[in-house]
């Protein structure tokens, strides 16, 4: 009893810091806005609207699956099986299409469902076998990588109905296409979640420190299990809406995006050690990758050259991050 009520009071102590998360994003705020800049003085072509709405398209997939990892992250895990959760999704999801002729709706469920059951089974063996993350998502990264190729021999799948690529095509009002909206409204969802309600407070909390979390009668192990359910989800949803922009689904797809949406939530002021982040702050990290990618894209960069500079930019935010916690 005592311990509950130490722990309750030191989680009390926490809240505070968990509401001024927010100013964790001034510095990957100035750094978007410096970015935007830089390429609006040496490129012609970046601050144009055409432009500016292909980032937004380029960085929809990237964007749901950091929002995944946000959660995952926020109680001090990892997901280095997101790129390989979305490939194998995508592949059952053409699969099921394009060989037994399941109507796309119901293969973009059975997607879903394949995401969530990886998520699953990570949590399975993060929660019951106890697992490091690290240790357990690579797993799951190399067996989702192997199914992937299984389903269709390693064949790339193509010509999906009309309206499922129009999905990300058509621009509703000229501005916003369907998986654009998408993904603002799973961003406003997620944030809401995470700003006000219990949940939310839970997960912070449990990065914080996940032994006074239980102490204070936070479900630890469950709300560890939904987290990378969710991560698997937004890792299968993010494939459907690739699949729907390229016309074509591939074992090899989403390979190397585990570090792309790593690096979204740590440059967005997350925290590899857990209890900090923000949804807000991961949607400011996709669009400075995204940005940057864009910018490097107009400047007629390798794309060598580019993960050289992705990579700088992950141990950079990686670096600030330590300083921080040293500072304080």
């Known amino acids: ?44 072509s970046f601050l144009t609207l055409s432009n500016l709405l292909n ?4 960085v929809t997939v990237l964007g749901i699956m950091a929002l995944g990892m946000t959660l995952v992250i926020l109680i001090g895990g990892i997901d280095l099986s997101v790129g390989a959760v979305l490939a194998v999704a995508i592949m059952v999801m053409s699969w099921l299409e394009q060989v037994l002729g399941l109507p796309m709706w119901a293969a973009m469920l059975a997607a879903i469902a394949v995401g969530a059951a ?29 199914l992937a190729y299984m389903v269709t021999d390693g064949a790339q799948v193509s010509g999906f109905p009309e ?13 916003l296409s369907l998986t654009v909206s998408c993904f603002v409204v799973l961003a406003l969802v997620f944030w809401f979640v995470l700003k006000f309600t219990v949940s939310g407070r839970s997960l912070y ?16 192990k469950g709300y560890t299990s939904a987290v990378y359910i969710i991560s698997g989800i937004c890792a299968a949803l993010g494939g459907i809406i690739m699949t729907s922009r390229l016309d074509t689904a591939g074992a090899g797809a989403g390979v190397g995006y585990e570090l792309d ?68």
């Open 1 to 44: 009893m005592n311990n509950q009520l130490l722990a309750k009071t030191r989680l009390s102590g926490a809240i505070p810091k968990w509401i001024g998360l927010e100013s964790s994003i001034a510095g990957p705020m100035v750094g978007l806005l410096l970015l935007c800049a830089v390429l609006t003085i040496f490129t012609d």
């Open 55 to 58: 980032v937004l398209d380029q």
């Open 118 to 146: 990886c998520g699953s089974t990570t949590a399975l063996l993060v929660v019951r076998a106890g697992l490091p993350s690290f240790i357990a998502t690579l797993a799951m990264m190399s067996v989702a990588r192997g």
């Open 163 to 175: 309206w499922f690529s129009n999905l990300s095509v058509i621009r509703y009002g000229g501005v």
């Open 205 to 220: 909390a449990i990065g914080g420190s996940s032994k006074v979390a239980k102490l204070a009668g936070i479900r630890v």
């Open 261 to 328: 949406v790593i690096a979204a939530v740590v440059i967005g002021g997350g925290s590899l050690k857990g209890g900090a982040g923000s949804v807000v702050g991961t949607i400011i990290g996709v669009l400075i990758i995204g940005v940057l990618r864009n910018g490097l894209n107009l400047a007629g960069i390798s794309p060598f050259v580019q993960q050289v500079v992705i990579g700088a930019v992950i141990a950079f935010a990686v670096m600030l991050d330590l300083l921080k916690r040293k500072t304080d």
